[in-house]
């Protein structure tokens, strides 16, 4: 048995999506003429409370085009040192865009200190970049971010005239768990990057949701960076496929990660972060038995994980109750070996 616990990436997509592609009407998406495409940016967007989407090949596409759309070269966005849009996406911003991040040491619940970024904010003087836009993401690292944090960010930024985007790959996690609409999650952000090829099991895509002004502009940007895609409609299928009924499925992911996390607490020598799991996530430290040795054995057993000091498993559709058993039973194994 093979228990693929990396990430929520490795979803395949089931027959019934597969069979929707298949069949989806499609059409030239540059031209603006895939109807599936359009259905799909426009269901998300409402959903999310904008009034319009942008679908991109990629989480990291989509979040480069709103910083480019939404900076200059010379401006700065202000980032949370472990994002994803900071961290994970080859520096783009930076490379692309000429914009310069400033990076913030995270607090444990995974937000930025407020007084941090307010600090971080620079004045409108000749020698600095030019602050313009704060960027969070929900969930991080599986942590839901509270929502009175997001409005107090959001009047932080509001004070600053600082744009406010949202990393949401996982903004239905954060939905699910919290028993929230995702507009609640999103709303309060210009804009938010949407992930559909995590847990929701698309095999590709994300949408960018905004105003129509800043989709129309990212849509230039979108071309530009090579993101302007033609019968995209049998990939937005997948996408309309996964937030029509994936999306409630979510919780028995949390609750399996939770399933997890207790099963693995109170066994020698190894720590489950937090006590327990953030949405479909579970974060294991260990002392010195816990490094490479550790996953290599677990992985001789068909049990898959990243991680170096930090162990990261992650549950999503392809997993079920036998398999959190049997990675618990693993794991017990190496400890009391
Ligand atoms: C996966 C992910 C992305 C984008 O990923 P792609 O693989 O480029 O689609 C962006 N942000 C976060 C937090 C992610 O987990």
């Known amino acids: ?60 596409q989509s979040n480069l085009v709103a910083l ?25 911003a930076a490379v692309l865009g000429s914009i310069q991040p400033q990076p913030i040491e995270h607090s444990i619940d995974g937000t930025i200190p407020l007084d941090k970024i307010e600090a971080s904010i620079k004045a409108n003087d000749f020698h600095f970049a030019k602050s ?14 509270s929502q009175s944090y997001i409005a107090s960010a959001r009047a932080l930024a509001d004070n600053y005239e600082l744009v406010f985007h949202l990393d949401g ?33 698309a095999p590709v895509g994300s949408v960018l949701v905004a105003d129509k002004q800043v989709i129309n502009d990212a849509r230039r940007w979108r071309k530009m960076v090579g993101g302007g895609m ?15 009924h994936n999306i409630d499925r979510l919780a028995d992911d949390h609750a399996r990660a939770e399933r997890l996390a207790q099963g693995l607490s109170g066994l020698e020598g190894l720590n489950v972060e937090g006590g327990g799991a953030h949405t479909n996530m579970v974060y294991l430290s ?12 677990c992985a001789d057993q068909g049990l898959m994980f990243t991680g170096g000091s930090i162990f990261r498993l992650v549950v999503h ?6 398999m959190i058993d049997r990675a618990i039973d693993v794991i017990a194994a190496y400890v009391t070996k």
């Open 286 to 297: 260990g002392g010195s038995g816990f490094g490479e040795a550790f996953q290599a054995w």
């Open 169 to 201: 790959a996982r903004a239905f996690n954060a939905a699910v768990a919290q028993g929230l609409e995702l507009s609640e999650i999103c709303g309060q952000f210009d804009s938010v990057s949407l992930c559909l090829s995590k847990g929701l099991g």
């Open 317 to 322: 559709s392809g997993i079920d109750d036998a």
């Open 230 to 244: 033609r019968q995209a409609g049998i990939l937005a299928a997948a996408g309309l496929y996964a937030i029509n």
């Open 132 to 145: 313009k836009l704060l960027a969070l993401e929900n969930t991080i690292g599986g942590k839901t971010i």
């Open 68 to 92: 480019l759309t939404h900076c200059q070269r010379g401006d700065e966005y202000i980032v949370g040192q472990n994002a994803h849009t900071y961290k994970y996406e080859a520096g783009g």
């Open 1 to 60: 048995m093979i228990i693929d616990l990396r990430s929520d990436t490795v979803t395949k997509p089931c027959d019934a999506m597969r069979k929707v592609m298949a069949n989806a009407e499609v059409g030239d998406d540059v031209y603006g003429e895939d109807p599936t495409v359009i259905q799909l940016e426009a269901q998300l967007a409402e959903r999310a409370g904008h009034q319009a989407g942008l679908f991109f090949p990629s989480g990291t």
